[in-house]
């Protein structure tokens, strides 16, 4: 065969196999109906998958997967100790009238240990009327408690001994509560739920479709979104529901997939659906208008959805397995999100073809058809007026959000712990009866492990140094110390008198670990670990604290190499960097000055805490990074493409801003209400994440988006587009490709921008 006419084959059979968005288009568009049928057997096929095994799937456990001090002394419990657990729950009981010395308090002790021992939820409780029982009675004697170890999967087990408590409390005259571990537990898991559902389905949902009837103008056009939302949220389901059967993975995945489902589905119809209609507005038929969307939008999607999939892998960083459920569902809806786009979107546009615009909104739809394809009146007007002072609309831009960003300095990294559920909670009202009579970290103690024979002198005399050294600490409750002993273990357990959760906790931990310590036991100190809930909580911070960096330089990294292929320029990516840190600094700045400091958190219906969580500043950054790229990348192509056909960089940025602010703003305010809906949840944690998520893309889709990208870029000019020589032999994946070859092979006739390289 001749070398031109293999030349040609080779060419042929590239176009034929190539998945490039275009192709994709050609063979979604060519049998639409058959790739419909597809996506509905592989959505039924999901549901299947979440019925037969999501449950299954699904924990609510969490752990870190590293080994931190607190962690080896917990194995080490765990192996040695097995039949000497500690304290699970305390019930507080509590008499006004009587005192523990009284025969009816007494016997109405005995009654409710009779019931919790009937129910075979306990495998081991104490009361004051056992030998050494003394321990557990107020200083007042009004009150005392009952210590519950319970029985093998303690989460189900709290839901029988609760009703109990319940049942008992106000009987004969006593105030009985219940509160510790599994009861905590129980009760943010059931306030999570509602709040998750009520930010998801109450807020979501709705005020999607009234933002995307904004948009569109029309009912059809505002459900194509929705409905590729959902279909890419019920695939992503069932793909999650087969990965936990191998990886463990934390029940709050679902609502992370959900959420971002619904944030990126939509998101991507609507940029999808909108170039659509200004094809068409410009005279392209159906099929030739959809094949330039896959060309440019759907491009659009596939960068950006890479990004947001490459914020998210920062999370995997972190050696927590909630963090890395989060992270996990993330990524798996923004992949089917991509794919639905490349595939299923073309295929549905292709059969409904001029019906996207039916069932138009009286008034508003005309409006919105009439504007397809120009540039909006206002956000034209507002882009032109910040390029004509652009440095000082930069300057007082970037002044606003650093002030904005400038509380970020005082960020405290903790958690709220069980202080932050609602009064209503059973846990909340058991933790509040306990730090009334009791220490304040009665129901979680600091556990003091010795890995040695409790008899050897050496450790004997350590262990009475610690207790010297604690009882001068008034942190430590060092009267309610227990002790706990195997053969070859020694474990001293003392309750904190501060909020196991508090600032106070952790640094009483760490003068623990650093001071007490190695002060007590000298050479054998590296045989002893701190564990229990409060230093457990503590090396959390530890972790996720230290990670953060990491998890910042990786996505910065990324992201750079990515928008440095995509549009072959040094300062374009390193300028979208910077303007997306600055909308992340503020929404920091503004999550410490609110929650921290408590500025307006009354107004909000906020609560004002001690720390911010620990996971809050990394599920922003991840999440706020990701979904600003998601933008930057849309924005940013529309720039370019102009700039490529017309060379001018003016020109560009007022198109790009001008065609893309109504989208973004839109898309942006879906998901600033959704979680706005989480922000107005009981929990603290949720209001952090709501409230963050809300102020940062407010934030991004008004002054970053509308003053500060074009302002820094009509400064810049045509260095916008500067390349080095030595980096010209990178791949070229740019993004926008109106005039990319048809079926026939026939290249297209841009007109090449001007260029500047070194």
Known sequence: MPRDESRSASDAGRRRFSLSPRRLAERATARPRRMLLTWAGIAVLGLVLIGALLPSALTSDSDVTSRPDSKRARQLIDARLADTDAVDELIVVRSESMTVDDAAFAARIRGLVAALRRSGAARRITSYTDPGGRILISEDRHATLIALVLAEKPADHIEQVIPLVERADGRGGLAVNITGENTAGRDFGTVSENDLRKGEIQFGLPAALIILLLVFGTLVGAAIPLVVALISIVVALG?????????????????????????????????????????????????????????????AVVFSGTAFSLAMLGMLLIRDTILRSLALGAIVVGVVSVLVALTFHPALLMVLGDRVDRLRVPWLGERVAASAGSEGRFWGGAVRA???????????????????????????????????????????????????????????????VVDGRPGDPAVRRGISRLRASLAADGDFASRATTRRAASDLAVI???????????????????????????????????????GGPAEARDYFALVGGSLPFVIAFVLSLSFVLLLLAFRSIVVPATAIAVNLLSVGAAYGLLVLVFQEGVGADLLGFQQVERIDAWVPVFLFSVLFGLSMDYQVFLLSRIHERYRTSGSTYEGIVHGVGSTARLITGAALIIVVVFAGFATGQLAAFQQMGFGVAVALLIDATIVRSVVIPAAMGLLGDRNWYLPRWLGRLPDIRIETPTEAGPDGAPGAARPPRRVAA
């Open 239 to 299: 793909l999650v529901a087969v990965i936990g059967q191998v990886f463990v993975l934390n029940l709050f995945v679902t609502n992370m997939l959900v959420a971002m489902g619904l944030a990126l589905g939509i998101d991507y119809s609507l940029f999808i659906v909108s170039r659509l209609r200004e094809e068409r507005h410009h005279g392209a038929d159906t099929r030739e208008a959809i094949l330039t969307v896959a060309s440019t939008a759907t491009r």
């Open 493 to 531: 357990s003392v309750p904190l008198t501060v909020a196991a959760s508090s600032e106070r906790a952790s640094a009483a931990i760490d003068r623990l670990r650093d001071t007490y310590v190695p002060a007590a036991f000298g050479d054998v100190a590296d045989r002893v670990t701190v564990g």
């Open 386 to 448: 910040v390029l004509r002072r652009p440095a000082l609309s930069l300057v007082v831009s970037v002044a606003l959000l650093l002030a904005a960003a400038s509380p970020l300095l005082g960020l405290k990294i903790g958690s709220s712990g069980a202080e932050s559920l609602p009064a209503s909670t059973v846990a909340r009202q058991g933790l509040s009866a306990l730090e009334r009579d009791f220490p304040g970290g009665a129901v979680q103690p600091v556990d003091v």
